[in-house]
């Protein structure tokens, strides 16, 4: 066990709707990283977040959204879903300072249908 | 720009041998990270090594030990004495020191035969 937390662990729904996706860090730990996992893309990094800034900005689509709130917890919305969308998100987290190593969660399975 | 290369798709190795993982990278950066992490079947993403580009010795974490070769960008993993619990799809990352994103190899798939 990681320490981070993401809810819910899967998730169907219909293309065109909007879904929220949940993740607790570390404790302690201030960053938290979000990543899309397909069977053609492999492992594309989404998002960064900072102690609630973003701070680094990856393959992320414009119909998906993140934030960090003062809690520390994040959450990736992703709207207008398509067929495409459907993958594993994980969220990480990593410790200011030190080797940047990242502590992923159990990630959520998206399926659109 | 960063770019991770595992060409190994798949590998066998019979259980209790030793396994190397290659993973070669392109960066234009002198300070970064090296990273591997394992993803079991079940899914979740375990963090094994991690290599600075400053560090002179090869990280070594148990069974697991990272045979980086600055010169020529490589940052292999070594398994050694393999085990059935290992069979798992390996991913090689890095992270440049100021760089924006944390980069994934498309990983290689170890399967231990008993």
């Known amino acids: 066990d990681s320490g981070v937390t993401q809810t819910p662990k899967h998730l169907i729904t219909a293309t065109g709707q909007r879904v929220t996706l949940r993740c607790s860090p570390r404790s302690g730990d201030l960053s938290v990283y979000w990543y899309q996992q397909s069977l053609d893309q492999g492992l594309q990094f989404l998002i960064q977040y900072y102690n609630g800034e973003e701070r680094a900005k990856g393959n992320i689509l414009e119909r998906f959204s993140a934030q960090q709130f003062p809690d520390l917890h994040s959450e990736l919305n992703l709207s207008s879903l398509e067929l495409g969308d459907s993958a594993l998100y994980f969220c990480a987290s990593s410790a200011p300072g030190g080797n940047n190593e990242q502590f992923f969660g159990p990630g959520t399975r998206l399926t659109v249908l | 720009a960063q770019k991770i290369t595992q060409t190994q798709p798949g590998m066998f190795v019979q259980e209790k041998e030793a396994v190397t993982l290659d993973c070669t990278y392109d960066?234009?950066?002198?300070?970064?990270?090296l990273f591997w992490y394992k993803q079991p079947s079940s899914g979740e993403m375990i963090f094994l090594i991690y290599q600075g580009s400053y560090d002179e010795q090869n990280a070594t974490e148990g069974r697991y030990s990272l045979n980086f070769q600055k010169a020529r960008k490589s940052a292999n993993l070594v398994i050694s004495a393999s085990q059935l619990g290992d069979s798992a799809m390996y991913f090689c990352a890095m992270r440049e020191l100021y760089g924006q994103n944390f980069v994934f190899g498309p990983g290689t798939r170890l399967s231990v035969l008993p």
């Open positions: 960066t234009s950066d002198q300070s970064y990270g």
